[in-house]
């Protein structure tokens, strides 16, 4: 579950309909009610009531506005849920007839191709999401101005995509100039400036920049606070993320009272079942790992897993993130047996809900290889460390952090396996990675 935050643009359109079409009384209440839902993480009952309103719109005609509001929302919902193929037609859909009612250069247009190029950035169609998120920009700066906040969410969104893509210094350039309108547009300690701080340290850190990130965070925390309350969601977020950081950089007596206040926050303010619950067992059995309390952690994680399937069922790509972390306990542990089924299951789940090519596709063969090579089945664990390593050098490229930890791991079997040639030649490319990356952070 990502710590970054995921900004969406809702619609004007649909904004001005709840209060002007008082002929649509059902679908304004199922509109509103369904937002509501949505909000509140209770997707069952948001689907029920935008597929009602879908079906209230439809009676309007099949290019009226209300129509494509409700498809971008039922969209959005989906693409919330994983449910990635039943989202991407809806989207278009809500594209084609803004484009052919408001015209081209209408702001809903532009929320609409924000939106759909989020779910293109999230199922790793990375060359389809950047020239849909430059349109948007541009509609946007056309019609609102380069300061407005609108052009800052978007600039946010963008650069998620160029930081998964390691183009870091391009995604640092556009998430400071997202803080900047921001700042300008609602003061230094409005809660949508903890938002865009939280991202830059998130860069920061996967950047291994952990002196700029602290004080990121801090702040961000600070705002939270201040702004929403100690007992806030977002002030859990905060607490989890600063966690995070601290975890990353070894200082677990930092981050284990950290996880542990997100986590309380969190299932008060949230409730038991919440995803964002499911998050911080997760991250806090992370911890317990790292530490080697073993027994601490499993109950988390097999917690945080019934949150997850029943939240979201089976078939989720979160489900195959909590499976992966059991599976890594187990193969801790020395499980091997258990540890194969669940890397097995989070794989095929993977697969089916973001295709075969995805960068999380990769990252699931790359630890079912791992404890393939742990048992010494080299035989298994080669191919998967192949197409994991092509998988991420056709969606990165071959400079990306990420190629260089699947040719170190790779390396790993090639030492095991007798060929310390092919070996050196891996580990010497990953070496060559890692100062590109260092030199290119340094020259900035």
């Known amino acids: 579950?990502?710590?970054?935050?995921?900004?969406?643009?809702?619609?004007?359109?649909?904004?001005?309909?709840?209060?002007?079409?008082?002929?649509?009384?059902?679908?304004?209440?199922?509109?509103?009610?369904?937002?509501?839902?949505?909000?509140?993480g209770h997707y069952l009952d948001a689907e029920k009531l935008f597929n009602a309103a879908q079906r209230e719109a439809n009676k309007f005609g099949p290019q009226d506005i209300r129509l494509a509001s409700t498809m971008n929302m039922l969209a959005e919902l989906y693409n919330t849920e994983g449910k990635y193929t039943e989202a991407e037609?809806?989207?278009?859909?809500?594209?084609?007839?803004?484009?052919?009612?408001?015209?081209?250069?209408?702001?809903?247009?532009?929320?609409?191709?924000?939106?759909?190029?989020?779910?293109?950035?999230?199922?790793?169609?990375?060359?389809?999401a950047e020239p849909m998120f430059e349109r948007s920009l541009k509609i946007k700066e056309k019609a609102l101005g380069p300061g407005h906040?609108?052009?800052?969410?978007?600039?946010?969104?963008?650069?998620?995509?160029?930081?998964?893509?390691?183009?870091?210094?391009?995604?640092?350039?556009?998430?400071?100039?997202?803080?900047?309108?921001?700042?300008?547009?609602?003061?230094?300690?409005?809660?949508?400036?903890?938002?865009?701080?939280?991202?830059?340290?998130?860069?920061y850190k996967t950047q291994g920049k952990y002196t700029e990130a602290e004080p990121l965070y801090k702040r961000s925390l600070a705002i939270r606070e201040k702004s929403l309350g100690?007992?806030?969601?977002?002030?859990?977020?905060?607490?989890?993320?600063?966690?995070?950081?601290?975890?990353?950089?070894g200082k677990f007596t930092e981050a284990d009272p950290l996880y542990k206040s997100s986590l309380a926050i969190r299932e008060k303010s949230l409730g038991l079942g919440h995803l964002d619950v499911a998050q911080s067992l997760n991250n806090l059995a992370a911890l317990y790992i790292y530490q080697g309390k073993y027994k601490e952690a499993e109950p988390l994680l097999k917690r945080?897993?019934?949150?997850?399937?029943?939240?979201?069922?089976?078939?989720?790509?979160?489900?195959?993130?909590?499976?992966?972390?059991?599976?890594?306990?187990?193969?801790?542990?020395?499980?091997?047996?258990?540890?194969?089924?669940?890397?097995?299951?989070?794989?095929?789940?993977?697969?089916?809900?973001?295709?075969?090519?995805h960068i999380d596709v990769a990252g699931s063969l790359n630890n079912l290889a791992l404890l393939y090579t742990a048992e010494s089945k080299y035989k298994e664990a080669e191919p998967l460390f192949k197409r994991s390593l092509a998988i991420l050098e056709e969606n990165l490229g071959p400079d990306h952090p990420n190629v260089a930890t699947a040719l170190e791991n790779y390396a790993v079997l090639l030492d095991k396996t007798n060929r310390t040639s092919d070996a050196k030649r891996l580990k010497a490319r990953a070496a060559a990675i890692g100062e590109k990356n260092r030199s290119a952070t340094d020259a900035k």
């Open 89 to 128: 037609p809806l989207y278009k859909r809500s594209l084609e007839i803004r484009e052919k009612v408001l015209g081209p250069d209408h702001q809903d247009v532009a929320n609409s191709l924000n939106n759909l190029a989020e779910l293109y950035n999230t199922q790793g169609k990375y060359a389809e």
């Open 230 to 249: 100690l007992g806030h969601p977002d002030v859990a977020q905060s607490l989890n993320n600063r966690a995070e950081l601290y975890s990353t950089q």
């Open 149 to 203: 906040p609108d052009v800052g969410t978007i600039l946010n969104n963008q650069a998620s995509l160029y930081e998964v893509r390691g183009k870091y210094a391009e995604a640092e350039s556009l998430y400071k100039r997202s803080l900047d309108i921001k700042e300008k547009a609602f003061g230094p300690d409005h809660p949508k400036i903890a938002k865009s701080l939280n991202n830059l340290a998130e860069l």
């Open 304 to 357: 945080s897993l019934v949150i997850a399937e029943k939240a979201l069922g089976p078939e989720h790509q979160h489900i195959a993130t909590c499976l992966n972390n059991l599976a890594h306990l187990y193969k801790t542990q020395g499980k091997y047996v258990q540890a194969e089924q669940l890397h097995k299951r989070s794989l095929a789940i993977a697969e089916k809900a973001l295709g075969p090519n």
């Open 1 to 40: 579950m990502n710590s970054r935050s995921k900004i969406v643009l809702f619609d004007i359109a649909c904004c001005f309909c709840l209060t002007a079409c008082t002929q649509a009384s059902e679908w304004d209440t199922c509109m509103r009610d369904g937002t509501k839902a949505y909000e509140q």
